[in-house]
């Protein structure tokens, strides 16, 4: 299936080190357009970091990185900021612009960016706010919303970029428990329409029912890929089994989530 | 008393006229040391090394002289040996506003480091340039947290106005000391030129509170 | 440029003798105006009504109105009033009484940020509420308010230039004296500065490792 479809982004052979200490060892994956890849592995492996050197904020050692045949590794300031904008990027603490209101934060790299008219801007940046449920809330102040608003905020800045692909970086994990549904809809939705997106999250009920594939990080490598169904019930290796057991623990029952 | 009063009463025209000069004096310096304080704060954070390090030098001599010696140093020996004929006016906006330029310049700079990294990594992370982060980001929220801190760069400034008394600029207490010794009434002419100065301090703090609150932005306490 | 012969046998001895003065004045004054501030500080939290009205008004009063100004008012505006004070006295005072402003600005921000508790804590075991403050309340306070009475201490240093203002001939003054009898402004006053800086480079590295060594966990 995969063969047929357009290939957005090719990761080969990244590597990454630390004063000396090797996070990355060497990590290679493409990701097909409308796919979603959820990323999984113990904390402090270097899943942040994956996915900041995807879009250059990190810049790796070694490897390549390349957007729809585009190399995006090795690139000078100017011409990475072009490729960015083709990365929409979602933090796990939001990291909205303080001084802007929701619609504000949507807006600037429209205009700023993409040189957009304000008028033009705006009318785009309301569509996106109300695509995330949150037209009311349009002028209020980071300060004055909740997590989970705050993060559904942040996902439409990043989609008003038209990007080619999504990255998000555990986008619940700041949130409160009865705050992470809203969030977890907005990116289901967006999955559904066909968005291209890699996801880092524990969150294993929308790996089960969203994600094309899952990638399980540890080590410094993708120690094991492979759909949901087969990384849950039949893991190959038994690290992959322990780390599901102790998500089990801490977030309910993997099997008994199952379709 | 009643001469004295009468001799207040005379003199304050003439001492507000001194008033004037002093708030002219205190808004341009104020004016000149945020025009190359906040430059100076950007370099001193973003800059190369060499810039960082000339930026603490700068800062290091001007907060390190007394006023007074600063005036001195520039309007007998520097200005005059250009041979330009610069005021005494003109002298000491500016060297309060170089001096102030190197305290505001730290209240700049305390303003951009604290605001998390984050906010520069999601502008990048939306394609901005370092420059466009910078100028659309960062410094409209380290302006607006400097607010409180400048505001005391105010009352600092109209206080050591009164210094250039020693190189002659007409300011309230230059023009207070000529009645004083005019009138051999010392006592009640500096006092009045004290409430003067309270006066002056009063206003412009319920001015830049009011800028406080018209600024006001939820989060940025 | 500069004759040598000029610096060694015209301004060293005069500038050396004008940084005695200097420090002759900062020694009277940034410990004495310390202590006040320390006072001034404690009754405008605690003291009554009155008390507490007037030690505001001597903060507000100092620290609103130029030095230069209340050394005026000390030096000539006082003997107007039949008391006459020599010109070191004049600046002395003057230092000490701006000076403890400022100070007790500081030290009242770091009273009022120390939490009610330990004041209780210490009166449940039987300290009076004086006790209460002097022992416990002052020295988390201090160490709070350190840095902003650091600070004012050099600013101290560099306002004892002003004592010539009122003729009480210290480094500047001494400088200045020397500047227009030569005409050599620029290298008389890179020397005067040159002195003000090694005294508040030097007074800054005193303060910061002070700072240090007084330092307690959770206390910054
Ligand atoms: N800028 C940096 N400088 C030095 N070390 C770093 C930096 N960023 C990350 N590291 C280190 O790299 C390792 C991987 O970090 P990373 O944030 O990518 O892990 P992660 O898998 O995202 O963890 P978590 O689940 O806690 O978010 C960690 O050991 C971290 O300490
Ligand atoms: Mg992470």
Request: aromatic share 4%.
């Given at each position: 299936m995969e063969q047929n479809k357009e290939l957005i982004l090719e990761i080969k052979d990244i590597h990454k080190s630390y004063n000396g200490k090797a996070v990355l060892k060497g990590i290679s994956f493409n990701v097909f357009k409308g796919e979603t890849k959820v990323i999984i592995g113990p904390s402090g492996m270097g899943k942040s970091t994956l996915l900041r050197c995807i879009n250059q904020l990190t810049v790796p050692d070694k490897g390549s990185v390349w957007l729809k045949g585009q190399?995006?590794?090795?690139?000078d300031a100017k011409n990475i900021n072009k490729l960015r904008q083709k990365i929409g990027f979602v933090f796990q603490d939001f990291n909205?612009?303080?001084?802007?209101?929701a619609v504000g934060n949507v807006e600037i790299a429209l205009i700023?960016?993409?040189?957009?008219k304000k008028q033009e801007a705006r009318n785009k940046a309301i569509f996106e706010l109300k695509k995330v449920g949150l037209e009311k809330q349009a002028s209020l102040y980071p300060a004055e919303l909740s997590g989970g608003q705050k993060q559904r905020v942040s996902i439409a800045r990043a989609f008003a970029m038209e990007p080619e692909i999504m990255l998000f970086d555990e986008?619940?994990?700041?949130?409160?428990p009865e705050l992470i549904g809203e969030v977890l809809s907005v990116m289901k939705e967006l999955a559904n329409e066909g968005v291209t997106m890699i996801v880092v999250s524990h969150e294993m009920g929308f790996a089960q029912t969203v994600a094309d594939e899952i990638l399980f990080l540890d080590g410094g490598k993708l120690l094991e890929a492979g759909p949901p169904e087969k990384i849950f019930c039949?893991?190959?290796y038994k690290r992959t089994k322990k780390f599901l057991s102790t998500l089990n623990e801490l977030y309910g029952n993997v099997e008994g989530n199952k379709r | 008393m009643m001469i004295i009063t009468g001799i207040v009463y005379e003199a304050l025209p003439f001492l507000l006229q001194g008033a004037v000069t002093t708030i002219s004096l205190v808004v341009s310096a104020l004016f000149f040391g945020f025009i190359i304080g906040l430059p100076l704060a950007i370099g001193q954070v973003y800059g190369c090394l060499w810039v960082k390090k000339i930026i603490n030098i700068y800062v290091w001599f001007f907060r390190g002289l007394p006023v007074l010696v600063l005036l001195f140093l520039f309007y007998y020996g520097l200005f005059s040996i250009t041979g330009l004929n610069i005021s005494a006016f003109l002298s000491a906006v500016l060297v309060l506003g170089l001096r102030s330029a190197a305290y505001q310049s730290q209240i700049f700079r305390g303003s951009i480091q604290s605001i998390s990294e984050g906010q520069l990594m999601a502008a990048s992370a939306l394609g901005m340039n370092k420059l466009k982060a910078v100028w659309n980001i960062i410094l409209p929220q380290a302006l607006r947290l400097s607010i409180p801190g400048w505001s005391n760069e105010y009352p600092a400034m109209l206080t050591e106005s009164s210094i250039t008394y020693a190189i002659g600029v007409t300011e309230v207490l230059t023009r207070g000391s000529f009645i004083a010794s005019r009138t051999y009434q010392p006592m009640p002419i500096y006092l009045t030129c004290a409430v003067i100065f309270l006066f002056l301090s009063y206003l412009g703090l319920k001015m830049l509170h009011i800028l406080e609150i018209k600024f006001k932005i939820p989060g940025f306490e | 440029m500069v004759n040598p012969d000029f610096i060694i046998n015209i301004l060293a001895p005069s500038l050396l003798e004008g940084l005695q003065m200097t420090i002759k004045l900062i020694m009277y004054s940034a410990p004495t105006g310390l202590g006040i501030g320390i006072i001034i500080a404690s009754g405008r939290v605690y003291g009554n009504w009155l008390l507490s009205r007037f030690c505001r008004l001597y903060i507000v009063f100092f620290r609103g109105t130029p030095l230069l100004i209340q050394l005026f008012i000390l030096y000539y505006g006082f003997p107007t009033i039949g008391i006459s004070f020599s010109p070191f006295t004049a600046a002395t005072l003057g230092f000490i009484l701006c000076s403890s402003a400022y100070h007790a600005e500081y030290i009242r921000g770091a009273i009022q940020s120390i939490k009610s508790g330990q004041i209780l804590a210490a009166q449940s075991l039987g300290m009076s509420k004086m006790s209460a403050i002097v022992n416990i309340v002052l020295p988390q306070a201090l160490r709070r308010a350190a840095p902003g009475c650091s600070n004012e201490i050099i600013y101290l240093i560099k306002y004892t230039s002003l004592a010539f203002m009122v003729t009480c001939i210290e480094l500047t003054g001494a400088g200045k004296i020397v500047a227009s009898r030569y005409f050599e402004y620029t290298a008389v006053f890179l020397a005067v500065g040159a002195i003000y800086l090694v005294m508040v480079s030097a007074a800054t590295h005193i303060f910061h490792n002070l700072e240090r060594k007084f330092a307690i966990p959770g206390i910054e």
């Open positions: 190399e995006i590794t090795h690139r909205l612009f303080d001084h802007l209101t700023k960016v993409k040189g957009m986008p619940t994990s700041a949130l409160d039949e893991p190959k | - | -």
